[in-house]
């Protein structure tokens, strides 16, 4: 299938869009890539999602699949007889795989995870908010020694799996929060596997060409994100 088959609509900030690209690296799949603005969105955009009008959006032989984490398990299976398997053989892990999966995407969304500390009122609600963020991670690092294998370096093992790339693709938001806030979520004293694990997955060939630039990420949260979460934040007060 050429590259003209198969076309990803997203925009370069959203973690939501890295986890499709890293699962299309990861099957070798040659495709078109489009930028779109989400301030004046396409008409394919809208076409092709019509019900929440949002990016991931990927095209596949002219038909749309949406939400990233449908994405990528599209993906797998599209192209199950290329490159390395993503999400586990076995029912039961899948099924565990796609639980921390959601768990991730519960704790860790961008706008959610920030805005609890952008809008923490005082110091003591700041490290409320850092506390609960630190809290998940610890849950996580659990979770990794369970699902991964005695020393192995990613949650699928060896390679990198389904949840590797769910909690991957936010690692560039997660690095922007410990910036902007002057705060440290992955330690060696809580979550030692994870802090070995964010190495190991940011050198990985599938992945370290798609990370965000941190600087140019943080711009755009202080410029866009923050401000709006102020704003919401704000009006819901009154």
């Known amino acids: 299938m ?9 925009t370069w900030p959203s973690p939501y869009v890295m986890r499709v690209k890293i699962a299309l690296n990861l099957k070798s ?10 301030e004046s969105k396409s008409e394919l955009l809208l076409k092709s999602n019509p ?14 699949i949406c939400e990233s984490l449908i994405i990528v398990q599209y993906i797998d299976e599209a192209w199950s007889g290329i490159g390395p398997s993503i999400l586990p053989s076995d029912p039961y892990d899948r099924a565990v795989a796609r639980f921390w999966a959601a768990y991730i995407d519960d704790e860790f969304y961008p706008a959610r995870a920030v805005n609890r500390i952008v809008v923490a009122n005082g110091e003591e609600a700041k490290a409320a908010a850092v506390k609960e963020l630190k809290d998940a991670l610890v849950l996580l690092e659990e979770a990794f020694l369970k699902i991964s294998g ?3 370096p990613f949650f699928g093992g060896d390679k990198i799996g389904y949840l590797d790339i769910a909690l991957g693709s936010l690692l560039g938001w997660l690095t922007v929060t410990e910036k902007t806030f002057n705060v440290k979520l992955f330690e060696e ?8 694990w964010v190495d190991s997955f940011c ?3 599938a992945v370290k060409d798609e990370l965000p630039d941190t600087h140019k990420l943080s711009e755009y949260a202080h410029n866009v994100v923050y401000p709006h979460l102020k704003e919401v934040a704000a009006a819901a007060a009154n």
């Open 51 to 64: 019900v929440y009008k949002k990016i991931p959006i990927l095209l596949h032989g002219g038909k749309p």
């Open 2 to 10: 050429g590259k003209g088959d198969v076309k990803l609509l997203g």
């Open 189 to 196: 004293a809580t979550t030692p596997r994870l802090v070995s």
């Open 29 to 38: 799949v040659d495709y078109e890539y489009q930028e779109d603005n989400l």
């Open 203 to 205: 050198k990985h060939p």
């Open 150 to 152: 005695e020393g192995k």
